[in-house]
């Protein structure tokens, strides 16, 4: 779900006329709901999963090694940018909310992950 620009501008004036008490009850609301958007997308890789993500130069593509932890997924990089070139089986840590799984290409190319809520 996607929140319109009509109900951000009555979020943010709703905050401002907020004292600190309804402040902080709202940031822990914040919070909770970014834990379980987390949550959902760590649960939503498996081991075997080829994956996407970008890096600062270029789009990296791997295999899903460990989807243990809280936040992070592990992934042996498997295919770069052909721009770059680099070591074969660099592993690394990522954040599963940056993460794209990959498909082939010609069968329809990225998709993301099923949210469940």
Same mark, same amino acid.
């Given at each position: 779900m996607s929140v319109t620009d009509d109900d951000m501008v009555t979020v943010l004036g709703i905050i401002a006329r907020m004292d600190k008490e309804q402040k902080d009850e709202a940031w822990t609301a @914040?919070?909770?709901?970014?834990?379980?958007i987390r949550k959902a997308a @760590?649960?939503?890789?498996?081991a075997g999963d080829i994956v996407e993500f970008d890096s600062n130069r270029s789009v990296i593509r791997g295999e899903v090694v460990a989807s243990r932890g809280k936040v992070n997924v592990k992934v042996r990089e498997t295919h770069r940018d052909e721009r770059e070139s680099t070591?074969?089986?660099?592993t690394w840590r990522v954040?599963?909310?940056l993460l794209r799984l990959y498909d082939n290409p010609s069968a329809g190319g990225l998709r993301l992950p099923e949210a469940s809520e």
């Open positions: @914040l919070q909770n709901r970014s834990q379980t @760590l649960k939503s890789f498996r070591p074969d089986c660099v954040a599963a909310t």
